[in-house]
């Protein structure tokens, strides 16, 4: 009987023990996991404060309501409009508005249905073109969506390269001060917005959660089709390959990003002097004479010593 006390208490204070050690394994993984996360979550402060909510936003939230409820319906009326497809261009605009392939789906219903609304309503009220509206309204309200995220992806990708030389110069200077490429690009995120800044918060995310950094790398040319973009990571992934020095790299992208970008203003130059000489030899300079021979044919009339005077 004692021996048997005797093994309950043993057993007893080794269950205690046995605790207390996973008690502590478990605060120190936790304090581990805390730290790791409060890294990871920085990203936060790099995307600065939250977007202002504006009469767009609060339009968009509203329809996304009925839009969720219309998904599955706009993702089998997929005229121009295949998920696939729809799944590269959010990710190239970024998924503004927190926008998904769903309710983007559904959006198109929702306009549909509202285009019929007003074109059967200017039917009802005899407005002019009436007949022509109430089938071009739901057309049009149809395609909208996908006309209207089409253009914010272009406008996008048209922003990133336009402050990707200014950030490639900010992050060299970094890097010949002496920061590491992954302290530089977290310090100067902090002075951007925009693109670039999205772009290169998730990069640093990714790379911090454990993502490898050529996977993070290809996942950053997968979201952007940026031609002067894709070549500065392709230069950068390349250079890391080789052993050049980054900041050279950055410097080099930088020039070349910047000299492409005049020359595109000058042939953007070059091919509107026509359009301008055009729009002035055949708008301006008639009406300009037009003006011209009316003030004289009204001064012949009611002018000094006008014909009718004479006669």
Not at 158 to 178: H, M
Not at 235 to 261: C, D, H, M, N, Y
Request: positive net charge; aromatic residues 10%; glycine residues 6%.
């Amino acid at each position: 009987m004692d021996s048997l006390i005797l093994v309950i208490v043993i057993m007893f204070w080794l269950c205690i023990l046995l605790g207390l050690v996973n008690i502590y394994t478990y605060n120190t993984k936790k304090k581990l996991l805390t730290n790791h996360l409060n890294e990871v979550i920085v990203e936060s402060s790099y995307l600065g404060k939250p977007e202002r909510t504006t009469r767009v936003s609060k339009l968009i939230a509203k329809i996304s309501k009925y839009a969720d409820d219309f998904a599955s319906l706009g993702e089998r009326i997929n005229f121009f409009s295949e998920s696939a497809d729809l799944a590269i261009i959010l990710k190239k605009a970024g998924y503004p508005y927190e926008l998904t392939i769903g309710r983007l789906q559904g959006s198109k219903i929702v306009f549909f249905i509202l285009g019929f609304l007003a074109g059967a309503t200017s039917v009802i009220l005899g407005l002019p073109f009436s007949n022509i509206l109430f089938v071009a309204l739901p057309f049009l309200g149809f395609f909208l969506p996908i006309i209207w995220i089409r253009s914010k992806a272009k406008e996008r990708q048209n922003q990133l390269r336009r402050d990707l030389p200014d950030f490639l110069d900010t992050v060299t200077i970094s890097l010949q001060a002496g920061a590491g490429l992954d302290q530089a690009i977290r310090e100067t995120i902090l002075h951007f917005n925009g693109p670039i800044r999205d772009e290169f918060a998730r990069l640093m995310s990714e790379i911090n959660i454990g993502v490898p950094r050529e996977r993070a790398y290809a996942d950053m040319l997968e979201r952007n089709d940026n031609v002067d973009f894709q070549n500065f990571i392709k230069s950068l992934l390349q250079g890391t390959k080789l052993g050049v020095p980054v900041s050279t790299t950055f410097r080099i992208q930088a020039e070349e990003i910047r000299k492409v970008s005049i020359e595109q203003v000058k042939e953007k130059a070059a091919k509107a002097s026509p359009k301008v000489t055009l729009i002035t030899s055949f708008v301006i300079a008639p009406t300009i004479m037009l003006f011209i021979l009316g003030l004289v044919v009204l001064n012949l009339i009611y002018g000094d010593n006008n014909i009718l005077d004479m006669l």
